[in-house]
């Protein structure tokens, strides 16, 4: 029996939002196996804003995507034959497959994923990079104490719902920022921040100064867009701002076009009340990364830290869940299941 | 003989960049001075940019001057009179007397100038608050390391001019950027910059390119304006950027009009390179200005820390000057004397 693989390439490049022309899926022949590789068959692939930038030929801090070459992305795999002396058949792993249902790794950039601890899935979401990206901005840079207020963008999201729940496990008040009445019910009643705002409400700025009665310490922004003219006048002197994405944007050309300049007035604002904006990238804080994934097991054991997975079946439907994600349609941490997980 | 002072007060809030119809000189009667209390005579006024942002109504950090009110300012002072045992007459102090020719003061605000150290004058310049902010933020923010690129807005100004002389001293180059040619001389060969780019240049943008050819990873802020579209692409990765003043934006309305956001952009390219925006005030840092004073005034002693002052005489003379500040028609550090300094 001859087997095939399937995989999404990059047909061309988006101008702005991806559309389904902008991808393909190919079948191809099953690779031959070196020796001291493995084949991996992919699980679960992690849809993640990132990708879009990696679509575009921009210079950005890695390289683009190829024309014709598979969609980048993070993977739950198993190993379906290995020729390597350090993984054996069936493992579970975190893998960097791509959009594909299988692929070859010399096993460096694997790690291990225990089932025991978690379902395997969260290893592409609240015990994956998102779930460390929310821990390390608030480590590193948001740094609230306890008491102070901390906004989070996109609450109801892989990464701003990890964030508002480590605020509150370590004492600060945590209000979060969401697209609808369901996701704002969601951030409040499950998750369990002190307040949820819907972004979408006509009177949204009002409603986010209520809630933020004593000012904001830390906006954790991975958004963009219109929130932050709401944000902008709550902000507290001393205030924190870990930039870690900027989602509302990533379908952007080369400039806005707005009638409004917003830069000068926020960084008058950022200037007079000594406020700190720093964007970063969770890979800066790597080393961190076994603390985390020990304290967020834990978490979620004794059940203080929940999550929630969207989860799209089959990989044929990643490029219309992808351009959902850009556009919030997703609801909690998106991911395809690729073949069962069992 | 009754003697009367003079003063300059606020006649009415500017709308956009102030006129000389918003300053009202006056006459007023000598004080009699009370006991505990000092009277003071103004030798210097210094004129800085912040002033602009007291005589509007919109909140701050500071409250605004009340129309009728002196207008605030640093000033070096004379004890003409003296009935606190504190302080003796011809003693010279660091006041905050603001734009008038006498005041009193309880001595508790006042701190006392050396005038073997350096001219009196410096104490409003680069011994004063201008050159202990370049200090305070290049050296809490900045922190450039030895061989590093140090790009310096408004480089021949107050604040400008010391940043840049400090980054040299300490190892890493210098980049100034200025207005006109006169300007740019002066900041390349009279404070040793390691190169000087003219924002007036039609090729600006190349200019500053050329000049920063390993990026730039301290931008010292304190212009705004379009400058900043030169120096984003340049920024690299985890860029410090000490965010000082807006003094191209003191002027703005509520909101520019341009066609373009900037915001966006901006907050992109500090994500995705992992860059530290901070703002900051002098004050924040006012512990470490005994050590900054100990080691400019051996800067200064020794040539390797030189200062340009633009001193104007007369009060009358200060709303003129004034204006021109903000517009960047002063050369170095605008001091008005008020009166001899002998």
Chains 1, 2 share one sequence.
């Not at 490049?13 to 031959?32: C, H, K, Q, V």
């Not at 598979?70 to 993977?75: C, D, E, K, M, P």
């Not at 299988?102 to 592409?124: E, M, N, Q």
Request: charged letters at 20%; hydrophobic letters at 45%; one cysteine or more.
């Amino acid at each position: 029996m001859t087997q095939s693989i399937r995989r999404i390439v990059l047909a061309s490049r988006p101008s702005g939002a991806p559309t389904p022309s902008n991808f393909r899926l190919e079948e191809a022949a099953m690779p031959d196996l070196p020796d001291g590789q493995v084949l991996l068959e992919t699980i679960y692939l992690s849809l993640d804003p990132y990708m879009r930038g990696r679509m575009s030929d921009a210079k950005s801090y890695a390289d683009p995507i190829a024309i014709d070459d598979v969609i980048v992305g993070a993977t739950v795999s198993r190993i379906k034959q290995s020729r390597s002396e350090d993984w054996k058949k069936g493992d579970i792993v975190l893998a960097y497959s791509g959009w594909q249902t299988h692929a070859l790794s010399d096993g460096k950039d694997l790690r291990r994923i225990d089932p025991a601890v978690a379902p395997i899935s969260t290893g592409l979401g609240v015990l994956g990079m998102t779930g460390f990206s929310a821990y390390a901005g608030l480590h590193n840079i948001g740094r609230p104490k306890p008491g102070e207020t901390v906004v989070v963008a996109a609450a109801s999201g892989a990464v701003g719902s990890v964030v508002g729940q480590i605020a509150r496990i370590q004492g600060s008040r945590a209000v979060g920022i969401a697209g609808g009445r369901a996701k704002c019910a969601f951030v409040k009643n499950e998750l369990g921040f002190n307040a949820a705002v819907d972004h979408r409400a006509p009177d949204f700025a009002r409603q986010l100064a209520e809630a933020c009665a004593d000012g904001i310490d830390v906006y954790f922004e991975n958004v963009g867009g219109a929130v932050w003219n709401a944000v902008l006048p709550l902000l507290n002197n001393f205030a924190r701002i870990p930039l870690c994405g900027m989602i509302s944007h990533y379908n952007d050309g080369a400039a806005d076009e707005q009638s409004t300049d917003r830069l000068p007035a926020s960084m008058k604002v950022i200037q007079q009340k000594s406020i700190t904006v720093r964007g970063f990238m969770n890979v800066e804080f790597i080393d961190q990364q076994p603390a985390f994934l020990k304290q967020a097991a834990a978490w979620i054991a004794d059940g203080r830290l929940k999550y929630r997975e969207d989860i799209v079946d089959g990989l044929e439907l990643a490029p219309a869940a992808f351009i959902g994600l850009l556009e919030g349609r997703n609801f909690g941490k998106l991911i395809i299941r690729v073949s069962g997980d069992r």
